[in-house]
DNA sequence: CATGAAGCTGAGGCTTCCCTCGACTTAGGT
DNA sequence: ACCTAAGTCGAGGGAAGCCTCAGCTTCATG
């Protein structure tokens, strides 16, 4: 399976070049920039781009990994937090900090959370340890008890959009957005809601439907 | 001004089957669907949709201010609610459930919140009274002290995401996203906030930048 | 340093959408 | 009935992206 050569020395040069590129761009203009520009910053021709990297799931696939695993160092840390509550709002925090660094992260989770593909790996455990997180805050009281996982979901597609209309003009504006909404989440302040959350067979539709959307 | 002669007959038709058309086609596929999925089921070539529609900017022009014009009645309506609150809350709902019956109307919002052009005009009587109904409802003590009539504009970015990932698979999604936030907004829920609320210069800047993308 | 495999190149075909313009058709007045 | 201004038509040129492939370049191994 892995009888795969090792690059040639030109080659591999090529591959980082295009990766450096692509972090780049996706993060600047989003998940759907024209690949023939990653090729272009790289300086290397559009064909070679297609012989490193044969669609452009393939890049993501090679570049949000990593981005993602630091989901996994976030959840770790909240979970260590003694404040229940303080670690699931620093999480949230650090999240979304993320997506505000990188149009193209930003993009990707609006539209593909939870993830999929490879990237789904590399944060696989993040996410499950996210439950435990969400459960250890409701436990101690702090956090409502009608929130679910899944409502987790609508809250990234909703910041998503907010981090993307005020990235230039006020790049800090979904702070102010998410701390009224955690003021919600509060149990203190929870009134009953008549819509039930999302099934994860709902959740895994829009995601299915977002997907091909693009 | 108005020396513009009448319309002949056949060529007033046709304008009506485009106007039929945009408003379908827009509902369906958002504010980006192609001119010439509208042309072709109005049943009229793609010049003739030129002729009526120069640009794209013409269809909304001539479609959104009547959608708009129903948020002139929902605000008076807030406005008239004993309970200041429930006036608050009721408009946003109507506000959302308006957006939530029409990708295209959902769009302009998200991209263009305040709105411009000429559907500016359509609401505009509407989006004054706005103002004085969160007046009111922080008068009347039940709405945080500290929420600015530009919060609703990342309110409405927020919300238009949500509903238009969830809008196939979970229709009713939005409801639970905003009654979370709403939990927020109440005047005993609040927790101080660092972060301002964005300055009006700003909001035109974003609502700029946005235009600028389309 | 020769040679074959590995890799690179970019012109060009394809698609989708935009928008224009000259030739045609028709409504509606006389 | 006829005429003409008003309106319609749709081929086609243009831009932006995607992706391929035949021919060329370069690495690295003996």
Redesign the pocket.
Known sequence: MTGT?P?????A???DKLLVAATQVFGERGI?A????IARRA??????L???F???QAFFDAIFPERLAALDRMAAQALADPDPWNGFVGFLHALFALQAQDHGLNDALARRFPVTGEANDACHSGLTQLDRIIERAKESGQLRDDFEPQDLATLVWAMSQVIREAMEAAPQAWRRCLAFFLDGLRAGAAHPIAVPALTTVQLAEVTRASANRT
């Open positions: 050569r690059l040639r020395a030109d080659a040069r090529n591959r759907d024209p690949l023939e520009e300086g290397v021709s559009i064909g070679t297609y012989n490193h044969p669609t452009r």
